[in-house]
T-cell receptor, first 111, second 113 residues
């Protein structure tokens, strides 16, 4: 399975932008880059995904490097409710397109 | 929110007893997955299904079996529960559109005593 590398933890102040990095140097041409987050005591929640181009939705933006070996999840204004573990995952055909979770980045948001 | 429901949400059972967890979806999605999550680990794939009666093993399948007799239901069975199977179990669903997002249930907290 393709792997991703994320920092174990990051900290941000409330109402400031947050840039969560992810390295995926072994990505293949058909792998989609997915981001999920998991709030305490909840199931993972979809945030955003992309293939080659940058993507925006109501929750976040995803910036994908031109060579696709890295990506950055951008939360434009962090709130206390954004404190969660963020997972960057490459979704491929293996195991029925199952998401292969690493340990993710634990985001702390301080007032 | 996607229609995915796990039951029960909490269960305490004794070592050696059989346990079945149910995942029910109303989205008619093709793929269904069972994960477990333990402290210090991310979610780990137990089994998955790519259609009715079509299932396969994931990373941590020992001690677990699954069945999918209808599109909407995916059952996870612990034939003889052990303390090492104490965990939080998550079900997920996904369509077969390339790159489609997955939706997760709220989880089942299982304690084996």
């Amino acid at each position: 399975d393709a792997k991703t590398t994320q920092p174990n933890s990051m900290e941000s102040n409330e109402e400031e932008p947050v840039h969560l990095p992810c390295n995926h140097s072994t990505i293949s041409g058909t792998d989609y880059i997915h981001w999920y987050r998991q709030l305490p005591s909840q199931g993972p929640e979809y945030v955003i995904h992309g293939l080659t181009s940058n993507v925006n939705n109501r929750m976040a933006s995803l910036a994908i490097a031109e060579d696709r070996k890295s990506s950055t999840l951008i939360l434009h204004r962090a709130t206390l409710r954004d404190a969660a573990v963020y997972y960057c995952i490459l979704r491929d055909e293996g195991s029925g397109y199952a998401l292969n979770f690493g340990k993710g980045t634990s985001l702390l948001v301080t007032p | 929110d996607a229609g995915i429901t796990q039951s029960p949400r909490h269960k305490v059972t004794e070592t050696g007893t059989p346990v079945t967890l149910r995942c029910h979806q109303t989205e008619n999605h093709r793929y269904m997955y069972w994960y477990r999550q333990d402290p210090g680990h991310g979610l780990r794939l137990i089994h998955y299904s790519y259609g009715v009666k079509d299932t396969d093993k994931g990373e941590v399948s020992d001690g677990y079996s699954v069945s999918r007799s209808k599109t909407e239901d995916f059952l996870l069975t612990l034939e003889s529960a052990t303390s090492s199977q104490t965990s939080v179990y998550f079900c997920a669903i996904s369509s077969d559109v390339r790159g489609a997002q997955a939706f997760f249930g709220q989880g089942t907290r299982l304690t084996v005593v």
